[in-house]
């Protein structure tokens, strides 16, 4: 419901610029994976797992400076 009013919302300022009611569709689902991502990736580092990249995670950051 939210996707569907923040959608509707954004096509009119894309009308207003010029562009497809496409183009804000592909916007607010870019928007919508970006926040999911970051999301995920705090999920993550608050269960202490860490980043991952191609399978392998890496910890917090321990060696002393």
């Given amino acids: 419901a939210t996707w569907v009013l ?4 954004v096509v009119s300022t ?5 562009q497809s009611w496409r183009a804000a569709l592909v916007c607010t689902w ?5 926040t999911a991502t970051t999301f995920y990736l705090v999920w993550r580092h608050w ?3 860490g980043g991952g990249w191609k399978g392998r995670t ?3 950051y321990t ?3």
């Fill in 6 to 9: 923040m959608a509707v919302t």
């Fill in 14 to 18: 894309y009308e207003s610029y010029g």
């Fill in 30 to 34: 870019s928007a919508a994976l970006f």
């Fill in 47 to 49: 269960r202490r797992r």
């Fill in 63 to 65: 060696r002393k400076l």
């Fill in 58 to 60: 890496y910890s917090r």
